[in-house]
């Protein structure tokens, strides 16, 4: 769900009781873009890890896109690869699948 204010603003529900908040032309992708040109960091070795559709042009974004295993809302069907839960450390699963 997205929602604007005073067409400054976006709001986004990823789950329930969790508000985010951004300009209304950003977006994790891009978020995760600048930061790698601004560290010299390629897109082929960025790993980004994510478990809602506000997740998905990041994932699909990524050199490895990782969807958690209680993913939702179809963000499994862009990812390179499917991790553990939140719950069960799936990220420290794919940091050390991927990156150690």
């Known amino acids: 769900m997205a929602y604007k204010i005073d067409g400054l603003w976006g709001l986004t529900e990823a789950k329930e009781n969790n508000i985010e ?3 209304p032309d950003t977006c994790k992708r ?3 873009a600048a930061f790698g040109e601004l560290f010299g960091i390629s897109q082929e070795e960025i790993m980004c890890c994510g478990d809602a559709p506000n ?3 990041m994932i699909k974004y ?3 896109g990782v969807a958690m295993g209680n993913a939702w809302g179809g963000t499994k069907d862009y990812a ?3 991790t553990d839960t939140n719950d069960d450390d799936g990220v420290a699963k ?3 699948k991927f990156a150690l």
């Open 21 to 23: 908040v951004g300009g």
């Open 30 to 32: 891009k978020a995760i």
């Open 55 to 57: 997740d998905i042009e």
């Open 62 to 64: 990524a050199g490895i």
């Open 80 to 82: 390179d690869y499917v």
């Open 94 to 96: 794919a940091i050390i």
